[in-house]
């Protein structure tokens, strides 16, 4: 008696080898050109922002990779949540700043390009950038879209421009946070959330630019001392040359509150300025005559928030107040001498900030290494990758 067979059983060589060649035509995805496909979803959706008036959408090479890698590993289906998408990339790339997905399902590439289009947030105009996967699963063929926003780098350059937070790197333990100069003040401590410790100083100049306060010291006071070595007659003619030279007018006294720091030669010019400005200005020539100087920032017993100069000349270190106009013969006195009347929070020379961190003994020693921190005047940014 036969029966009839309904099946047959295969050697399993066989076997496996149908397997794998059934999943390569059913589950593995024709090979799509992901950058085209992308290339001309950008196309196709930069024409609809145009009628809307926005600016057109760009492609994110780091948010694509990700995308790429979380399909590649999780491929998706028409039932993806999307929230396991947001969540990944939010942290695979953790300065997205805003997002949108969506996921469309078609017969054809075409078609699902035609359906992109349709996404209403195409023209959301906070998002910048489209990033897309497509894969082929059986007859369907499916897109996973994401749109996403950055935030933007911290650039002084551009500060005064930029609205809302930016991200910044802390000069003091690496951490990046968000800063935003919105809130305008005389002078600026940018401080970490992160190490808690101040790491940079800004200032707004003359023309409302926002400038890293070493900035200040140009060497351009116009004021020349020719060509004798540091000493303390030098130091002593220099200071007498800052105090009487000029009348300075306090930016408190003034009847509109000047929220600008000076350059050497805008208060020479001027013949007026405040202690900041005049700090600068004597600093500014100390370094050009070859002394040891910095400007000094933070709080006087009489005056409050103030600054001042200090110099480091045969092993002392004295404090040069170039705001008191009782005095037109300076007698020099040491930052000892003086310490209990002024508590530094901030130095700067040309090159680099100087940090105590409310360390004992800074008003002391402003050169002590192990109380005065330095942070260089280029560490505080990030760079644009
Ligand atoms: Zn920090």
Redesign the pocket.
Known sequence: MGSLAFGFVLPPEKLEALKSSLSVTGVANEAFDQAAFQGRCLTDMNQRRLQVNLLPLKRDPEVQEMLKTWCQTKPFSPEVDLQHVFRYLEQAVPTIHAMAATVCWDTNSNAVQEGLLRWEDVIDGQQECLSTYIIRDGLRVGCLAVLTQRLPVFDLDNAKEQKGPALTQ??????T?LVSLEDVRRTIVLR??????A?DLLACDSEGMFRRANYFLTGESRLSFANQPPSEELLLKIWRAVLTGSHYELDDDAEEQVESWKTPRETVDDRSGDCEDTSILMTDILLTEGFDARVALGWNVYGGEHAWCVVRLNGKQYLIETTDRRSDTPVLRTVEELAQYYTPEQTFDRKQIYFCDDKPGAAEDYWNEDIWTAVSNDKTRLALK
């Open positions: 802390c000069g003091r333990c690496g951490g946070h970490c959330p992160d190490c808690r410790k790491y």
